[in-house]
């Protein structure tokens, strides 16, 4: 993930904390981590742990993170 996209969800999850909407914040951060953390596990070979933004996409990547 780029830096300036990481510090611009980063930035507007304080904007939303700032404007007491904690919950979404929130998951602006997870969702951040979760990024982090899949093009680290990426550049180890592993699978992602995924952030499905969109269940209705039907690419290779939503596929394979599809609930059971």
């Known amino acids: ?3 300036l996209k990481i510090l611009h969800k980063l930035q507007r999850a304080q ?8 919950g979404a914040s929130f998951d602006l951060v997870n969702e951040v981590i979760v990024e ?3 093009e680290r596990r990426a550049e180890r070979g592993l699978s ?4 499905r933004l969109d269940p ?3 690419d290779e990547y939503s596929r394979s993170h599809e609930d059971d």
Do not use: F, K, S, W
């Open 56 to 58: 209705y996409d039907n």
């Open 1 to 3: 993930m780029e830096n």
């Open 36 to 38: 982090i953390l899949d």
């Open 48 to 51: 992602p742990y995924g952030y």
């Open 15 to 22: 904007q939303l904390t700032l404007r007491g909407a904690g």
